[in-house]
């Protein structure tokens, strides 16, 4: 399929877009979390770029942080420190946990890109003061966006990025309404490349490609294998081999949790006059992290798309040192058991070390089923 193949060399090779950008003297901002704006971004002209990891070994950064820390900042730290990164402009983090919190501190200590920033999103949704408190931080945001663009947004330029997202997330998941049927036209370890190459590309360049993607998927002929509708949820997963490992031992990844898949574009951006307002609203309403309160709202959501799309089980993969995931995972598995929900717990490395104990014990979970 030539769109999926065009989607997945611009993720893992996007420098070429990188360099078309930078020749329109156009400004690009790395962001690190789904609660980061990035509509404020575009409205100011630039292009907001989600920052991925690798599995390569982590080098100069275990200099920097504490072994016990998260191996994905240390890995995103690592291509800091290594120059794979001086093509930003700037760099956007949230206030999730205490890795991200002092990788913002090494990061305006240590790395020499002009501007970094920190949006103080409250943890605590549907809460009236917290929303109140995060209308400030993103007016404070908006000013900062447009001080490094030296472009200024209007409301209009405003309302229009969030009419773009919102046709991206609506084209992600009519492609996700795809692996309902069993078996899905599509597999997991697809979605992710195709999300996370979404999430990447310029988004009115990213909608031309996910309309003609859905157009092929629904073409294609129904795959011949079936096995147990696996739903994967956890820490955040930038490479598919986790997933196409649980596809190789016979599961069928059917749907994902992840901050790299339903996470980013589930729910839209509801319409408002006001459209910062509207993104305040967006973003202290859903529940789609471990490091968000009540942890009710999030296992509601869970739940939604274990029905939604007929899981059978639900895989947990949590980073080592990721302690918002791995506390919140012990408490769902006891909400799924009492559902009568299979569930397996595994704690990866980001390196993906150890592999063949990982197939060893997704292989007798996807038999037990």
Partial sequence: MSTIDTMRDILHNPERLVADWKAQGKKI?????????EEIIWAAGMWPYPIFGTPEAITQ??????????????????HALDGKLNFLDGLVLCNTCDAVRHLYDMWITYIKVPDCHIINNPQKMYDESGYKYYCVELKRFKSEMENLSGNGISDESLQSAINLHNQTR??????????????????????????????????DKCNQQLQQLIAEVKTRESP????????????????PTLIQLVEEVGGVVVADDLCTTTKYFWQEVGQNKDPLDALSRYNTERCLCS???????????LWELIEEFGANGVIYFNLKYCHPFL???????????????????????????????????????????
């Fill in 61 to 78: 950064a275990d200099s920097y942080f504490q072994p016990c820390t998260c191996e994905f900042i240390r890995n995103i730290f690592d």
């Fill in 291 to 301: 490091c968000m309160h009540p942890p009710e709202r999030r296992f509601d959501y």
């Fill in 224 to 239: 011949k294998t079936r096995g147990p509708r696996i739903l994967i949820t956890g820490s955040i997963i930038d490479d």
């Fill in 327 to 369: 506390y919140e995972a012990a408490l769902f598995r006891e909400k799924l058991a009492a559902k009568d929900v299979p569930t397996l717990m595994l704690e990866v490395d980001h390196s993906l070390s150890g592999l063949g104990q990982l197939r060893t014990r997704i292989q007798a979970f996807i038999e037990m089923l």
């Fill in 29 to 37: 901002v790395g962001y690190r979390c789904i609660y980061v704006p």
């Fill in 170 to 203: 609506g084209l992600l998941k009519e492609l996700y309404s795809l692996r309902k049927k069993d078996p899905p036209l599509i597999s997991g370890g697809e979605a992710l490349d195709i999300v996370m190459a979404s999430m990447l590309m310029p988004k």
